[in-house]
């Protein structure tokens, strides 16, 4: 997962929850809420990936005090990415590669639900269930070791997509 982003995401195209974090970080530390985007801005927070700019924002907000993209990125043993040379207006001229793509052949697959649910005997269903929540566990573990963070939206959103689903016709 990469640290940084290849262009500065301005603060409108975050999450509504790094929103929310941003303006109670300035509370926390005494900054009203029109110096937003210039702080923003100024510190170079566009540049960091959500995951480690949320991580931050708690760890700021925790300690109260403000941090700039390279220091964030410093306390994760990480260097920031600096342009290799001078900007210009000069392009050089690139040879146009070619992509060749493998066209895909027709394949028939079944998710992992559909044997949970349709599975011929209770054996396969049991393994298919106990594959999931492994895999969905194991997920979990590699991104709390990649960011620190022990929240993590995309499996919140697919379980309780999941279990909203489930659960809406048995009422």
Do not use: C
Not at 56 to 81: C, D, G, H, W, Y
């Amino acid at each position: 997962m990469a640290d940084q982003l290849e262009s500065n995401l301005p603060f409108e195209d975050r999450t509504q929850e790094i929103q929310n974090e941003i303006l109670a970080l300035l509370n926390t530390v005494g900054k009203d809420q029109s110096d937003l985007l210039e702080v923003y801005e100024s510190l170079n927070w566009g540049s960091l990936s959500n995951s480690v700019f949320y991580s931050a924002l708690l760890t700021m907000k925790k300690q109260e005090q403000l941090m700039s993209a390279e220091q964030i990125l410093s306390f994760r043993n990480r260097v920031p990415n600096r342009p290799s040379g001078v900007p210009s207006t000069h392009e050089d001229t690139e040879e146009v590669s070619e992509t060749w793509v493998r066209r895909r052949q027709p394949v028939i697959t079944k998710d992992l639900i559909w044997f949970i649910n349709n599975g011929e005997t209770d054996e396969i269903r049991n393994k298919a269930r106990e594959y999931r929540e492994r895999v969905l566990l194991d997920l979990y573990t590699e991104h709390v070791r990649m960011t620190g963070e022990t929240y993590f939206p995309e499996l919140h959103r697919l379980l309780k997509a999941e279990w909203d689903f489930s659960f809406t016709g048995e009422q």
